[in-house]
Structures are given as structure tokens and as C-alpha cells.
């Protein structure tokens, strides 16, 4: 077959588990078809992934529609490729349309959703994502299981987070962190809990991103670390886009640091058993990228495999 002519479609994304810091691999069972040249996952995996590879979430409130948008355009612009809206802000709907508008490939959502209706909203909007302080039943039992919009519930306890878990919840958020213990907290509670994805909302510090995330946090909420209320006050933009562009590469730092980005193709490795020959980069064809994990077809026998970015093994 010829290179330039193999195609391949990721038919079904069966699976997306994170990988704990006491992990050594993660498995991605996929399905594999000839039939399409594009790469296909549903939209909450790719949510996920963008989360995940962010490290950061910007959680936004303001006092009026329009300095909301100005501090959104100046912390994407500083590099956030995740933005939360908080329902108190004015408008709130009709700025994240005009976000959705401007920033297409951002990671858009609407933060502290306590309403099904408000929820069915965002959506309508454009949201990608919904967040609540809480475990919300309404929208849990409405949204839980869709492949189009992420809800990510607030838990608290061990209870809520295994409750939300089993509910069907692919990422929670632990909330108020920082009142719970801050990392440490996070680093005790992945313990049980390895297999849940966590976003540690309240209370963090830019200079804390690494610290959550080196404990298993999948990434981190940042408020006011990125939305000085004195710059949101006095409209000095300059000041937040310089905030997001410190959180943004204190992320990035993280999640190297925690997941090695390695081109894997360079790599030398077994195709396992469809193709029992070493494969290198002239023999494969890159197909999808994650911060944990890289998926790569072999062009011989057109068989996705992932290997683990930690210890370069196929899994």
C-alpha cells in the first residue's frame, strides 16, 4: 500500500482513563477503519485532552459583559487555551457566544451551572464544558453520559467523588481545595482514587500549578491568580494577559515535567503481534497526540497502537 494513500479513522474512542503518577501506561483500546482520512473523537474527548494538555483552567467573573470579554481576549491571548465563565458574570451567555465567535479552537465554558436550564443554555451558546461547585442531579442525570458537552460536578469528600465517578462523570472538580489541604490534599486523595481525573479549584496560586499537578491533579482552576481583581477593576488587560502568560507556561512546565513529550516516531519498537518487525518513523504514520499518550499507525498493517510516553512501551 502506498504511504500516501493509507488512511485511517479512529471510529471510537472506547476509552480515556488518565494516567496517575504511580502509572506506567494508559491504554486506549480504539477501533480502527480504511475508509476515512480523518481522525475522528467526540467532542468531550477532545474537551478532555484539551484540559488535560492545558493544565490550567481560567475561571473569569466580572462586573459587566464588557470588561469580561476584554479580560478573556487578553488571557487567551497571554496563551489559556481553557476559559470558564462564572453564571454571576452580566451576560454571560451572550459573551461566550462572542468568544465562541473570535476563539473557535478555545476550550470554552460556563463555571458555577446550578440549573438545568441554565445549563441547556450554555450549551445553546456554545459551551464545551459545564462546571458546578456541587454534584447537580438534574444535570448530572441529563449530561453525564453525552459525547457532546463535558460536565465536570464539584465533589468534595471521598463519597462525592467516588458517587460522581460511578454516576459516569469522566473528570470532577475537588472543591474548595485549598480550605481541604491544597495539594497535599489532592496527593492523599488520588491515593484511592487513582483512576479519576481531578481539577483543583479554589484558592490556587500560579506559583502552585506545579505542585497540584505533580500530586494528580489533571489540571488546575485559577480565578483571581489570572483575574487580579485590582487589574479587573482598574481595565489594565496588560497586567492579566502577563498573569496568563506566567500560568500558561508554569502549565506547560508541569505537564512535561509530569508526562514527557517524546516523539515517538523516532522510537524504534514492535508492532506487536499484527506486525512482529521493528517499525521507525518510515514506517509508521503519526496519528493523535495527548499529553499522556501518542497514537501511532503502522503502514504495514494499518494497526493503531499507543504507546506510553513515560517508559516508550506499547500498550
Avoid at 487567551?76 to 454571560?92: C, D, F, R, Y
Avoid at 458517587?163 to 488520588?190: E, H, N, T, W
Avoid at 487513582?194 to 502552585?208: C, E, K, L
Wanted: with cysteine; aromatic share 6%.
Amino acid at each position: 500500500m502506498d504511504t500516501a494513500t493509507a488512511t485511517l479513522s479512529l471510529c471510537q474512542w472506547l476509552s480515556y482513563s488518565s494516567l496517575s503518577s504511580s502509572s506506567t501506561s494508559m491504554r486506549m483500546p480504539v477501533k480502527v477503519s480504511c475508509k476515512s482520512s480523518q481522525l475522528s473523537a467526540s467532542p468531550v474527548d477532545k474537551t478532555l485532552c484539551q484540559i488535560k494538555n492545558s493544565g490550567v483552567i481560567a475561571c473569569l467573573r466580572a462586573n459587566s459583559a464588557e470588561v469580561a470579554l476584554e479580560a478573556a481576549n487578553a488571557a487567551i491571548a497571554g496563551g489559556i487555551s481553557v476559559l470558564e465563565i462564572v453564571m454571576s458574570t452580566p451576560g454571560v451567555f451572550e459573551v461566550l457566544q462572542q468568544l465562541v465567535k473570535e476563539h473557535p479552537t478555545t476550550a470554552l465554558g460556563v463555571g458555577t451551572i446550578l440549573r438545568i436550564e441554565d445549563a441547556k443554555t450554555a450549551i445553546n451558546s456554545g459551551a464545551k464544558f459545564l462546571m458546578s461547585p456541587a454534584i447537580v442531579k438534574d444535570i448530572m442525570d441529563y449530561y453525564i453520559h453525552s459525547e457532546e458537552i463535558l460536565y465536570i460536578p464539584g465533589t468534595m469528600t471521598p463519597t462525592e467523588i467516588l458517587s460522581a465517578s460511578d454516576a459516569g462523570a469522566r473528570m470532577v472538580k475537588v472543591y474548595p481545595v485549598s480550605a481541604l489541604g491544597g495539594f497535599q490534599y489532592i496527593s492523599a486523595i488520588k491515593k484511592p482514587f487513582p483512576h479519576v481525573s481531578m481539577v483543583a479549584s479554589q484558592g490556587i496560586t500560579i506559583d502552585s500549578i506545579g505542585d497540584y499537578i505533580s500530586r494528580g491533579a489533571s489540571s488546575v482552576v485559577l480565578s483571581d491568580a489570572i483575574f487580579d481583581k485590582e487589574a479587573i477593576a482598574q481595565h489594565n488587560f496588560d497586567k492579566i494577559y502577563n498573569l496568563a502568560y506566567s500560568a500558561t507556561l508554569l502549565a506547560n512546565k508541569a505537564c512535561k515535567a509530569q508526562f514527557p513529550l517524546l516523539d515517538l516516531r523516532s522510537q524504534p519498537h514492535h508492532c506487536n503481534q499484527h506486525c512482529p518487525s521493528m517499525i521507525t518513523t518510515a514506517d509508521q504514520t503519526f496519528v493523535s497526540f495527548t499529553a499522556a499518550c501518542a497514537l501511532t499507525c503502522c503502514i504495514r498493517c494499518l494497526h493503531v497502537h499507543s504507546m506510553c510516553l513515560k517508559c516508550c512501551a506499547t500498550v
